[in-house]
C-alpha cells in the first residue's frame, strides 16, 4: 500500500517562482483524508485574515504539503471568509458560462452536456482545448484578475489563462481527468482556487484505476474548502487523474478557478 505525507509548512515567495525543500515530514499508511484535525485549520484561518486584495502579505502563509508517489500539491486558505464570500458573489455577476455545442465534451466519439457549467478567461489570442472542444479566452473580468494577481502574490508564479467550472450543487460533478494537454507550460503548477460549498478533490494513480488495476494505490482526497488555494505541481497530472466526485448531500453551489500558464505557439509549431 502506498505512502503520502502530509505536512504543515512556511511559504516564502519566490519571485522565481522556484521553490525551495523544506525538512521534516511525517507519514502514514494507507488511503487518510488530507482535512485539517484543528490546530492547523485555525492557523490557515488566521494567516489568510492578513490577505488584503490591494497589499502585499505581511507575512508567509502556512502551506500545507500533500504528497504521494508521483504527487506533489501545496495547499493554503488564500482568502479568509469576508474576501472569499465577496470574491464568490462578484464571480456570479461577472462570469459568464459556455452554452450550445461549447457546453459539451466528447467522450468515444460522442458529444455530451457537461455536467456544470464552464467559462475561460484570460490574455488576447489564448484557446485550450480538451475533450474535443477548443475554447477560446474571454478579456479578464475584475474580479478574475485580483484573484489571479493574489495567487501571483503568493506563489510567485504567473498565470495567462482561467477555466472556471460553477457547480449548481452536488450532483455537478467531473470525472476522472488528468490537465496535461501540450498547451500548458510544465514548469508552471495549476491553482485551484474555489469558493462555495466544501468539495471532495480524489486523486487516483494512473495504474490503480479499474478493476484490473496494475496496483494497488491508495486515492488521495482533499476536502476544498471555502476561499482555498491548491498547486498541483509537476509531476502530478502525468502519474494521477483527479475527480470531483457526487456528493448528494451537497445543496448549495461550488465555483472553481483553475489557473494555467497557457504556452502561445506560432503556427508553425502547431
Not at 517562482?17 to 515530514?25: H, N, P, Q
Not at 458560462?97 to 464552464?118: C, E, M, T, W
Not at 498541483?232 to 502525468?238: D, I
Amino acid at each position: 500500500m502506498d505512502t503520502f505525507v502530509t505536512r504543515t509548512r512556511k511559504r516564502k515567495l519566490d519571485p522565481t517562482g522556484v521553490k525551495g525543500k523544506d525538512g521534516g515530514s511525517s507519514s502514514e499508511q494507507g488511503e487518510r483524508n488530507t482535512e485539517d484535525e484543528g490546530g492547523l485549520e485555525k492557523r490557515l484561518q488566521s494567516c489568510s485574515g492578513l490577505v488584503e486584495d490591494d497589499t502585499e502579505f505581511t507575512e508567509p502563509l502556512p502551506w500545507k504539503k500533500i504528497e504521494a508517489e508521483g504527487l506533489d500539491c501545496d495547499y493554503t486558505l488564500l482568502f479568509h471568509r469576508l474576501q472569499a464570500d465577496s470574491h464568490f458573489q462578484q464571480l456570479e455577476k461577472e462570469v459568464e458560462y459556455f452554452s450550445g455545442d461549447l457546453a459539451k465534451v466528447q467522450v468515444f466519439g460522442k458529444f455530451h452536456n457537461i455536467p456544470r457549467k464552464q467559462a475561460t478567461y484570460g490574455d488576447p489570442g489564448l484557446n485550450y482545448s480538451f475533450s474535443g472542444v477548443k475554447l477560446m479566452a474571454r478579456p479578464w473580468t475584475p474580479v478574475l484578475e485580483i484573484i489571479r494577481d493574489q495567487i501571483t502574490k503568493a506563489t510567485g508564479h504567473t498565470f495567462n489563462f482561467v477555466l472556471v467550472n460553477r457547480y449548481k450543487d452536488g450532483n455537478d460533478h467531473i470525472g476522472e481527468h488528468q490537465d496535461d494537454e501540450r498547451e500548458l507550460d510544465p514548469a508552471c503548477p495549476i491553482a485551484a482556487v474555489s469558493f462555495g460549498a466544501v468539495r471532495d478533490l480524489v486523486f487516483r494513480h494512473q495504474e490503480a484505476r479499474g478493476k484490473n488495476a496494475a496496483r494497488k494505490i491508495e486515492p488521495v482526497k482533499v476536502a476544498l474548502q471555502h476561499g482555498s488555494l491548491l498547486l498541483m505541481n509537476w509531476p502530478t497530472n502525468v502519474n494521477w487523474y483527479h475527480s470531483l466526485p457526487v456528493r448528494k448531500k451537497v445543496l448549495t453551489p461550488r465555483i472553481s478557478l483553475t489557473f494555467r500558464r497557457v504556452i502561445k505557439r506560432h503556427k508553425s509549431q502547431k
